[in-house]
């Protein structure tokens, strides 16, 4: 099992909706990030959180509203999204911004 | 020339047979080359990874072949099995940036048929 965990498993929300992605990890990793992946893509990075600040953010739309409460978690807040935003969303963490990424096993996202 | 072109695109193995597959890029400056491997519906994982300063490297049935002057790498499967279905992933990254800057390949989707 993953030491980096994602919830929702699966979420199905409408263009008017707002919702919200949630990470945890305990493994006292310092940078955490986002990434969408789409089908046979590879992950696209959308924003990297070092030290619960954010340091990144990949020209990603408004829509996305990332949020880093503490160190060990990491949520991603969505607003009026678009069909083509359906993925699957990723939060990885590393010890610091240079060690190996660890990933969750994503959030599965359609939007309708 | 942030770019990490990966062949090929996928590959069906017999069981027992070796996979290869092959990532090739152009910035020299790159000095960490890892490969991740994601099943169906889970996050990529970390397999292994190499750095320049040294042309092959092991763990377990996998191993990473590196060929500084021809600017490309591989992954190798030794006795492969079925479980080891997967896409694979290439990614590299140059000195004194962080995972940021972590530029992935388009991904190999392998296929061990028993």
């Known amino acids: 099992d993953t030491e980096v965990t994602q919830t929702p498993k699966h979420l199905v929300m409408g263009m008017t909706n707002k919702k919200s992605l949630k990470c945890e990890q305990h493994?006292?990793?310092?940078?955490m990030y986002w990434y969408k992946q789409k089908a046979k893509k590879p992950p696209e990075l959308m924003f990297v959180?070092?030290?619960?600040?954010?340091?990144i953010n990949e020209s990603v739309p408004s829509r996305f509203s990332p949020e880093c409460p503490n160190s060990s978690l990491l949520n991603l807040h969505l607003h009026a999204l678009q069909p083509e935003d359906s993925a699957l969303y990723l939060c990885?963490?590393?010890?610091?911004?240079?060690?190996?990424?660890?990933f969750g096993n994503g959030t599965r996202l359609t939007v309708t | 020339q942030q770019q990490v072109k990966q062949s090929p695109q996928s590959l069906i193995v017999q069981k027992g047979g070796i996979p290869i597959i092959n990532c090739a890029y152009e910035n020299t400056a790159f000095d960490y080359f890892p490969w991740y491997q994601q099943f169906p519906g889970k996050g990529p994982a970390l397999l292994i990874a190499i750095r320049p300063d040294v042309s092959e490297k092991k763990e377990g049935r996998f191993t990473i072949s590196f060929n500084k002057s021809a600017k490309q790498f591989s992954l190798h499967i030794m006795d492969s099995q079925p479980g080891d279905s997967a896409t694979y992933f290439c990614a590299a990254r140059a000195p004194g940036f962080g995972n940021e800057k972590l530029t992935f390949g388009t991904g190999t989707r392998l296929t061990i048929i028993p």
């Open positions: 990885a963490s590393s010890q610091d911004p240079n060690s190996p990424l660890h």
């Open positions: 959180y070092s030290y619960e600040k954010l340091s």
């Open positions: 493994m006292g990793h310092r940078a």
